[in-house]
């Protein structure tokens, strides 16, 4: 089974409007970390966001907002007020406390138009 | 405050040479990881050190891959008897141990090989 599942290959979404991307991911873990990276043309993986299993509250780092639902186990990453840079690879990714790997998702592509 | 970074950025090899990569990790950082990544996947992790020690492996990894980490700073990944599948983005990130056991990693810019 996959651990990492990102079900939206590519997203368009307004300049200056709210975006989600999905993230589902798997484990019998109790601790794990959950990330998101930005990786544009250039290729560079970009740390944007952490979610821990234990934290309480939903993470968030400026325009960028984790929609953490462990019963789920989804945790959709949230962009406010989309601006053209915003346009990359976004990409989920999960360690588990009891292991060494970062498992990444396939990624979703997101265009911002103007 | 610098990041991770990888050289060389490009690298186009003919099959059946040898190549190695370099990766600086953040100077502070205790754990280095190397990963490939092709064309419209994620990354894909190859192996991990935690100071100068390789803990772990993944399968991809053949035997035609090899990585260091002396003294624990700098890491280098080798690949001999490149074949046209090594072609890919191959990654390095190093992260810092929290007490909790989640780490954020921190990637370089990557190394692109082409082998033709």
């Known amino acids: 089974a996959q651990k990492i599942t990102q079900t939206q290959p590519g997203m368009f979404v307004q300049e200056k409007e709210a975006v989600t991307l999905d993230c589902t991911y798997d484990?019998?873990?109790?601790?794990?970390?959950l990330f998101w990276y930005k990786q544009p043309s250039s290729g560079e993986m970009i740390f944007l966001i952490y979610?821990?299993?234990?934290?309480?509250q939903n993470a968030t780092e400026g325009r960028y907002s984790l929609n953490f639902q462990k019963a789920r186990k989804s945790a959709n990453l949230v962009i406010s007020a989309s601006q053209l840079g915003d346009s990359a690879m976004y990409f989920c990714?999960?360690?588990?406390?009891?292991?060494?790997?970062?498992?990444f998702g396939t990624g979703t592509s997101l265009t911002v138009i103007p | 405050d610098t990041g991770v970074s990888q050289n060389p950025r490009h690298k186009i090899t003919k099959r059946g040479q040898n190549v190695t990569f370099r990766c600086d990790p953040i100077?502070?950082?205790?754990?280095l990881y190397w990963y490939r990544q092709t064309l419209g996947q994620g990354p894909e992790f190859l192996t991990y050190?935690?100071?100068?020690?390789?803990?772990?492996k993944s399968r991809l990894l053949s035997d035609r891959f090899s990585a260091e980490r002396p003294k624990g700073s700098f890491s280098t990944l080798e690949i001999q008897r490149t074949e046209q599948g090594d072609s890919a983005m191959y990654l390095c990130?190093?992260?810092?141990?929290?007490?909790?056991?989640?780490?954020?990693?921190?990637f370089g810019p990557g190394t692109r090989l082409t082998v033709l």
């Open positions: 990130a190093s992260s810092l141990t929290l007490s909790y056991g989640t780490d954020t990693q921190y």
């Open positions: 484990t019998s873990d109790q601790s794990y970390g």
């Open positions: 979610q821990g299993s234990y934290d309480e």
């Open positions: 990714a999960m360690r588990e406390a009891t292991g060494n790997q970062f498992y």
């Open positions: 100077s502070e950082h205790n754990r």
């Open positions: 050190f935690q100071n100068e020690a390789q803990l772990e």
